[in-house]
């Protein structure tokens, strides 16, 4: 055998291989934040040639966003087991239920935090307020309310000082006074407002629409709504 057939059968090395992790393999943390155990976190890998997967941990969901050379071209929200303490103090592992519009809306204060808040983010905003708590009225202090004021402040304020979405966002489920599971009719409804009020007549991809309607997604895959 001559040296060029010993070069053409040289063994192939993992060095040679490289494999974009999909989304459906994100990995993330066997807990519930709600318990006590861990906190809220980010998984992020990398699979090269641009491509990036983040999973953000939310309580029973992992919010993966995958983006290519920093666009965003993928998000979900996936349900994730849950470690509940029992009597005798040992770990059980259930699988949450339906995920929410308050921890939706968490969840975009997660993966489009950053964003300063425009009209068409309060616009979806005040949407799913009102389909979280089935009252049309605005809550004084409540999410729209904050949303609202953020978007017309941030009209008037330099880009480094605007306020943003995960100001508004953050403990959303905390600060709603009732909540619900998140639907394809809610999803909808949200994702009419923020169109309608975007200039372009377009959503962003990973806002509040876009986790909304995961997380109906999710609950139409996984329960009958």
């Known amino acids: 055998m001559n040296q060029e057939q010993q070069k053409e059968q040289k063994p192939v090395t993992t060095a040679d291989i490289k494999v974009a992790q999909p989304a459906a393999h994100a990995e993330g943390l066997l807990c519930n934040e709600r318990c006590g155990f861990v906190g809220r976190d980010d998984v992020t890998m990398d699979g090269g040639h641009g491509v990036t997967v983040t999973a ?5 969901a992992r919010v993966v966003t995958e983006t290519v050379d920093g666009q965003v071209v993928g998000h979900h929200i996936e349900a994730t087991p849950v ?3 029992n009597d005798a103090g040992v770990g059980d592992v259930h699988h949450q239920g339906v995920i929410t519009i308050g921890e939706a809306l968490e969840a975009t204060a997660r993966t489009a935090g950053s964003k300063a808040v425009e009209q068409s983010d309060a616009a979806a905003i005040q949407a799913a307020e009102v389909r979280a708590t089935g009252s049309n009225l605005l809550i004084p202090g409540g999410l729209a309310a904050q949303a609202q004021s953020a978007a017309t402040l941030n009209t008037s304020t330099r880009d480094e000082d605007k306020v943003t979405l995960s100001e508004v966002l953050t403990d959303a489920t ?4 009732a909540d619900k ?9 949200v994702f009419n407002a923020e169109r309608r009020n975007n200039p372009n007549s377009t959503a962003h991809p990973t806002g509040v629409a876009a986790s ?3 997380a109906a997604n999710l609950n139409e895959k996984e329960f009958v709504m």
């Not at 953000?56 to 029973?60: A, D, I, K, M, Y």
């Not at 905390?174 to 006074?177: F, I, R, S, Y």
């Not at 599971?181 to 409804?189: L, Q, S, V």
């Open 181 to 189: 599971a998140a639907t394809r009719e809610d999803a909808d409804g």
């Open 212 to 214: 909304i309607s995961a």
């Open 83 to 85: 470690l509940y303490q």
């Open 56 to 60: 953000t941990e939310l309580p029973g």
């Open 174 to 177: 905390v600060k709603l006074p």
